[in-house]
Nanobody, 124 residues
Framework: QVQLAESGGGLVQAGGSLRLSCAAS????????MGWFRQAPGREREFVAT????????YYTDSVKGRFTISRDNAENTVYLQMNSLKPEDTAVYYC?????????????????WGQGTQVTVSS
């Protein structure tokens, strides 16, 4: 059973930075595309960033381009989301997700495994 555990969330002022981590209990992380999604209060969960299993395809939602960076360390079975220049509208619960053999797509229906989420709150 694949388990994902996010960490690194917290409260930060607008303009600040946070780095989220997703530790995966996956034997071979490189077999999985990994994605980050978020859900703000009263809103549906939305795509944030994704990286294909080989790391050759990376996509971001428009609102985070130039501010967020997704990366992965297959040897450490960990995926990261570096978030800079945070805005109050980035406030949400952030989830990481894994898609076996995936190409790294924005459609959350492609992802079989999900973490429990970590809260990110950005104050103005």
């Amino acid at each position: 059973q694949v388990q994902l555990a996010e960490s690194g969330g917290g409260l930060v002022q607008a303009g600040g930075s946070l780095r989220l981590s997703c530790a995966a209990s996956i034997r071979t992380l490189r077999n999985y595309a990994m994605g980050w999604f978020r859900q703000a209060p009263g809103r549906e969960r939305e795509f944030v960033a994704t990286m294909s299993r080989l790391g050759d395809r990376i996509y971001y939602t428009d609102s985070v381009k130039g501010r967020f960076t997704i990366s992965r360390d297959n040897a450490e079975n960990t995926v990261y989301l570096q978030m800079n220049s945070l805005k109050p509208e980035d406030t949400a619960v952030y989830y990481c997700a894994a898609d076996y053999g995936g190409l790294g797509l924005s459609d959350q229906r492609e992802y079989e495994y999900w973490g429990q989420g970590t809260q990110v709150t950005v104050s103005s």
